[in-house]
């Protein structure tokens, strides 16, 4: 005879009691820092500054539109309210979350600078100020982002134990990622090549390689190639979910999950901003951009479609990869599935 036992139902409760809560604390500080700085006067950056766009008071009025919503998500997220107004709640997290983005898009170029002084280029303190400046701004962004992606669920009536509208999407690491994700992960490996082999035309040694250290580049190089093949493949194919039986220790072993997406989001967010935003908007104003005029035309399109890529499969591989939900009764007789 089978025997069942109760297994409870996996619950994110705690996660949404105080993420929205610290993430609207983060913010404000962010808002009244800057808005200090709107009124005193801001402390010296590294160049070219904190961010592309002017300073004063434009970041505070993102940030504390990015508190509001969190603060009213946070309370509503266990009332009745009706669609419309959950819906109005996700956009405006959103809306103020991409803001902080785009303000700080040039966060990741201030960690390539920290990277390149483990390999000796010059660093001083206006490198870390300007580190901490951004990545403030970029990090409440994206988790401005994540709270509006769950009030934006509770509109859609996500399940409350894994936020999944059943029926939707495939469920579980063993199914195959859908035709779109595919794509986008295919895009982004095109793109790769595409400005690799522009930089090759183009030539990898630059006037200001000398700079550069040579341990660095290379460094660089094969980290960035890595991020344009092994990652985006990774997204779609059932080894980035399941350990493949190659990896001895691990195979089978289901992948960590934001080993693989906590990458695609921030180089697909990196390149989006970077190229798709500042170097787009740099080479149709006239400023000085490195490069030939046929080399810009492949490169920031390639960095862009890139960025985008990632984005769109790493979407795809959180959603897949989410914990599935644990039926309330399951036969003892075989392994539970988590």
Not at 19 to 37: D, I, K
Not at 183 to 205: D, N, S
Not at 266 to 294: E, K, S
């Amino acid at each position: 005879m089978i025997r069942w036992t109760e297994r409870p139902v996996r619950t994110t409760a705690g996660w949404r009691r105080w993420v929205p809560a610290g993430t609207a604390a983060w913010v404000t500080a962010y808002a009244v820092v800057h808005a200090w700085w709107a009124v005193r006067g801001a402390p010296r950056f590294a160049e070219p500054g904190e961010s592309f766009f002017p300073g004063g008071w434009l970041p505070v009025v993102p940030a504390v539109l990015s508190t509001t919503a969190i603060l009213l998500i946070r309370s509503g997220a266990e009332r009745d309210w009706s669609r419309r107004v959950r819906w109005a709640l996700a956009a405006l997290g959103w809306v103020s979350g991409v803001a902080l983005v785009l303000y700080s898009f040039m966060f990741p170029l201030s960690l390539l600078m920290i990277l390149g002084g483990l390999f000796g280029m010059d660093l001083d303190a206006l490198d870390w100020v300007t580190l901490l400046a951004r990545g403030s701004g970029a990090l409440g962004g994206a988790v401005t982002i994540a709270v509006a992606v769950g009030e934006q669920r509770r509109a859609r009536g996500g399940c409350r134990s894994c936020g999944r509208v059943h029926g939707r999407r495939p469920e579980g690491r063993d199914a195959p990622a859908p035709s779109w994700a595919f794509f986008a992960a295919y895009l982004t490996v095109a793109a790769c090549l595409a400005r690799f082999v522009a930089e090759i035309v183009h030539g990898f040694v630059s006037s200001k390689a000398p700079e550069i250290p040579w341990a660095f580049m290379i460094t660089f190089i094969v980290l960035l190639l890595l991020a344009g093949t092994l990652l985006p493949l990774a997204l779609v194919h059932r080894w980035g979910r399941i350990w493949p039986g190659w990896v001895l220790p691990l195979a089978g072993r289901q992948v960590p999950r934001w080993l693989v997406a906590g990458p695609g989001f921030f180089l697909g967010a990196g390149l989006t901003t970077y190229f798709g935003i500042g170097g787009m908007i740099a080479w149709a104003t006239g400023n000085n951009v490195d490069g030939a005029r046929w080399f810009l035309a492949i490169v920031l399109p390639a960095y862009t479609l890139w960025g985008l890529g990632l984005l769109v499969a790493t979407s795809s591989y959180v959603s897949q990869t989410t914990p599935e939900c644990a039926p309330r009764s399951q036969p003892e007789t075989g392994p539970l599935r988590g």
